[in-house]
T-cell receptor, first 109, second 114 residues
Framework: LAKTTQPISMDSYEGQEVNITCSHN???????ITWYQQFPSQGPRFIIQ???TKVTNEVASLFIPADRKSSTLSLPRVSLSDTAVYYC??????????FGTGTRLKVLA | DGGITQSPKYLFRKEGQNVTLSCEQN?????MYWYRQDPGQGLRLIYY???????QKGDIAEGYSVSREKKESFPLTVTSAQKNPTAFYLC?????????????FGQGTRLTVV
């Protein structure tokens, strides 16, 4: 199973772009990289997923370099409501979603 | 509305009692999961099931039991053998067959043992 490493916490100000990087040195060829967001006392929810290069949706972008040993979640112009824990997962191919400790993002006014 | 429902949202039990947490999904997903989350921590996998009448232990299965008699339901029993059962419990489901399928989570059950 690929293990992921993320910063424990980050602070940002409203309106700024936030980049959260995740390391997954042992990623397998068939693995996808998925990011989830979790608010307090709620279940995580899917944000974005990618395999290589860049993926963008209405809420975030995901950058994956050619070696796929890391990935960066980019949140454009964050607001107070983006304060949450962000988890990076590497799908192991066995349908076991293994969550690390996540990155606690705090957006300040 | 399609989704995954956990009940109850809050649960209080006396120490030494077994308690069962409910998880139901109407997404027609084959796989279902139970996670435990302690304050300030990530999610830890307790049990998962990919097909009816079959399930596998996750990383912290001791003191827990599950059943999967129906595709839609995956109840979790926290037994008296679980030494520290007070936690936030999350149920999830996903489809199978693709490497990039996402997991859908319920809103969680907060269990407090007094």
């Amino acid at each position: 199973l690929a293990k992921t490493t993320q910063p424990i916490s980050m602070d940002s100000y409203e309106g700024q772009e936030v980049n959260i990087t995740c390391s997954h040195n042992n990623i397998a060829t068939n693995d996808y990289i998925t990011w989830y967001q979790q608010f307090p006392s709620q279940g995580p929810r899917f944000i974005i997923q990618g395999y290589k290069t860049k993926v963008t949706n209405e809420v975030a972008s995901l950058f994956i370099p050619a070696d796929r040993k890391s990935s960066t979640l980019s949140l454009p112009r964050v607001s107070l409501s983006d304060t949450a824990v962000y988890y990076c997962l590497v799908e192991s191919g066995t349908y076991k979603y293994i969550f690390g400790t996540g990155t606690r993002l705090k957006v300040l006014a | 509305d399609g989704g995954i429902t956990q009940s109850p949202k809050y649960l209080f039990r006396k120490e030494g009692q077994n308690v069962t947490l409910s998880c139901e999904q109407n997404l027609n997903h084959d796989a279902m999961y139970w996670y435990r989350q302690d304050p300030g921590q990530g999610l830890r996998l307790i049990y998962y099931s990919q097909i009816v009448n079959d399930f596998q232990k996750g990383d912290i299965a001791e003191g827990y039991s599950v059943s999967r008699e129906k595709k839609e339901s995956f109840p979790l029993t926290v037994t008296s053998a679980q030494k520290n059962p007070t936690a936030f419990y999350l149920c999830a489901s996903s489809s199978l067959g693709q490497a990039n399928t996402e997991a859908f989570f319920g809103q969680g059950t907060r269990l407090t043992v007094v």
